[in-house]
């Protein structure tokens, strides 16, 4: 016949304080979702100036130039804000996501 050691019955009782807290305790939180923003949308726009007398040609290459450079800045532009928009509906997702795992004591 073995011998029990009468320890061991109370050990239950005595761990249960401990598995009770871990149980109740929230996970660590984790952070939002966040999108690196493209490095076209970070760089600034910069349009052609005229040379101090300018010609007709001048002009007409500064004309084409700067369209062409509008263009491009409006799509870093663009590219800035869809970036944004995106990240902004992540977080939100992540929001309504986490809100329901909050832990709670179980009822007896």
């Known amino acids: 016949m073995t011998h029990l050691f009468h320890w061991i019955r109370l050990a239950p009782i005595a761990f249960s304080a401990t598995i009770a807290s871990c149980a109740v305790s929230p996970p660590p939180s984790a ?5 690196a923003l493209p490095q076209a ?3 600034p726009c910069v349009l052609p100036r005229l ?5 007709q040609a001048d002009l007409e290459i500064a004309y084409v130039e ?12 663009a590219l800035a804000v ?13 929001g309504r996501e986490a809100a329901p795992r909050k832990y709670r004591l179980p009822l007896p």
């Open 31 to 35: 952070a939002p979702p966040r999108l």
């Open 41 to 43: 949308a970070t760089l």
């Open 82 to 94: 869809e970036t944004l928009m995106a990240e902004r509906t992540l977080q939100d997702r992540w």
């Open 66 to 77: 700067r369209g062409a450079r509008l263009v491009a800045c409006e799509s870093a532009r």
């Open 51 to 55: 040379p101090e007398h300018p010609t």
